[in-house]
């Protein structure tokens, strides 16, 4: 069993940064692929970014690419996401979701979820 805490949401102006955290309590988090995802009212729950579990290999959904960072500290069991060059359309509910292993980005595959926090960018 695998519990999330997200962190770190707020409001913020447009080209400017924020990160989230994640906490994650239970055994084995090392062992577990970690990915943030992000849903808007009315819209499908989207992949964002992922990382896998051993070689920390990093994977970005192309419309965060290039602004986003997502790293693990598996010796503090967090994950987070840097967010910069924010733009409104980033705004969001951002989750945290843990699976065995393997990255994937389908929201089905993941076990776990955190409750959620809002990241609000004003134009």
């Known amino acids: 069993q695998v519990q999330l805490v997200e962190s770190g949401g707020g409001l913020v102006q447009a080209g400017g940064s924020l990160r989230l955290s994640c906490a994650a309590s239970?055994?084995?988090?090392?062992?577990?692929?970690m990915a943030w995802f992000r849903q808007t009212p009315g819209k499908e729950r989207e992949f964002v970014a992922g990382?896998?579990?051993?070689?920390?290999?990093?994977y970005y959904a192309d419309s965060v690419k290039g602004r986003f960072t997502i790293s693990r500290d598996n010796a503090k069991n967090t994950v987070y996401l840097q967010m910069n060059s924010l733009k409104p359309e980033d705004t969001a509910v951002y989750y945290c979701?843990?699976?065995?292993?393997?990255?994937?980005?389908?929201?089905?595959?993941?076990?776990?979820w955190g409750q959620g926090t809002q990241v609000t960018v004003s134009s």
């Open positions: 990382i896998s579990w051993g070689t920390k290999t990093t």
């Open positions: 979701a843990a699976k065995w292993a393997v990255v994937t980005t389908t929201l089905g595959d993941y076990d776990y």
């Open positions: 239970g055994r084995s988090f090392s062992s577990y692929a």
